[in-house]
């Protein structure tokens, strides 16, 4: 297949190096100059040479749409420069965008996701599509389906646990038979508000408040939402504790975790104070967090 190139305009700051290290997906590789990577069951192999995009075994309009390269991120830049950390992080990393996932795939990973570090995250999605996905062969190169939740309902627990799993294998197989019993469509939850599909995560077995978060955010068109994890937890007691009430702070800042309604907290923190790009503000915090600690 021929190289499909896009010529981005300075206009629209656009960074791939960015958008795939900044802990929001897990199925990506970089060999050499090119990134793989699985999406709408096909392998994409892309690269970036200044403001061209240079890609193969998709059309354009899918790279633009899984890239978000239409968001305005320079008006999103002026509504989420709210003090000097924020500008500083955007300053940094300036061209990273959110990715516009696919639900299911986000929902199963962001389960696997928790009290796990980004190579463990790769690794059980990478067995999990490896054992219940299907193969593709691109390049000389193998590469995997992300499992359907047909495919995940119909395995054991124990078959899901020796994916490296452990405790998550059951909430995996509990959510993939309510999406797969249930017919449920997760592509709905777009045209909801943002409390009612956060409410409708919820429901997931696995599914707690930053995870449904995540979600939101990563895959439902939730710009809004403001996932609070201890990066973020950190960054809210090192930079903005004079937004928090000194008692509550002082609170967070001597527990190991946050409860649900600590947690709330922290979140309404985020999206009322950065409003409805709070999402964005919220990766370029946290990418800057975990490269600077």
Same mark, same amino acid.
Not at 154 to 163: D, F, R, S
Not at 190 to 204: G, P, V
């Given at each position: 297949?021929?190289?499909?190139?896009?010529?981005?305009?300075?206009?629209?700051?656009?960074?791939?190096?960015?958008? %795939?290290?900044?802990?929001?997906?897990? @199925?990506?590789?970089? =060999?050499?100059?090119?990134? &793989?990577?699985?999406? +709408? !069951?096909?392998?994409? /192999?892309? @690269?970036?040479n200044g403001n061209t995009l240079e890609f193969e075994n998709?059309?354009?309009?899918?790279?633009?749409?899984?890239? /978000?390269? $239409?968001?305005?991120?320079?008006?999103?830049?002026? $509504?989420?420069s709210k003090d000097s950390h924020i500008k500083t992080a955007i300053k940094e990393f300036r061209g990273l965008r959110i990715l516009r996932q696919a639900p299911w795939e986000c929902l199963v990973s962001y389960i696997c996701a928790t009290y796990k570090n980004?190579?463990?995250? =790769?690794?059980?999605?990478?067995?999990?599509?490896? /054992?219940?996905?299907? !193969?593709i062969?691109?390049?000389?190169?193998?590469?995997?389906?992300?499992?359907t939740p047909a495919e995940l309902a119909?395995?054991?627990? =124990?078959?899901?646990?020796?994916?490296g799993l452990g405790y998550r294998a059951k909430y995996v197989s509990g959510t993939a038979k309510a999406v797969y019993e249930h017919s449920l469509d997760l592509e709905r939850l777009? /045209?909801?508000? &943002?409390?009612?599909?956060?409410? !409708? %995560?919820?429901?997931?077995p696995g599914v707690g408040p930053k995870v449904a978060d995540c979600i939101l955010l990563f895959s439902l068109e939730k710009l809004e939402a403001f996932p609070v994890d201890v990066w973020m937890r950190r960054v809210i007691l090192r930079h903005y504790p004079e937004q928090l009430p000194h008692g509550f702070i002082k609170r967070i800042s001597d527990e190991k975790s946050l409860n649900?309604? !600590? &947690? +709330?907290? %922290?979140?309404?923190f985020g999206r009322s104070y950065f409003g409805e790009y709070a999402g964005y503000a919220q990766e370029y915090l946290y990418h800057y967090?975990?490269? $600077?600690c």
């Open positions: 297949m021929a190289f499909i190139r896009i010529q981005l305009s300075p206009l629209t700051p656009f960074n791939l190096d960015f958008a %795939l290290c900044c802990g929001q997906t897990f @199925r990506w590789d970089k =060999k050499d100059d090119w990134w &793989y990577g699985v999406a +709408a !069951e096909k392998v994409l /192999r892309i @690269r970036q998709a059309n354009a309009d899918f790279v633009k749409s899984y890239f /978000r390269l $239409h968001d305005d991120l320079p008006m999103i830049f002026l $509504h989420i980004i190579a463990a995250i =790769k690794q059980m999605l990478l067995d999990l599509s490896e /054992r219940f996905g299907e !193969e062969r691109f390049n000389g190169c193998s590469f995997y389906t992300f499992p119909k395995a054991t627990v =124990k078959e899901l646990a020796g994916c777009k /045209r909801c508000d &943002y409390e009612t599909a956060r409410a !409708e %995560l919820l429901n997931f649900n309604s !600590e &947690y +709330a907290r %922290l979140n309404l967090e975990r490269t $600077h």
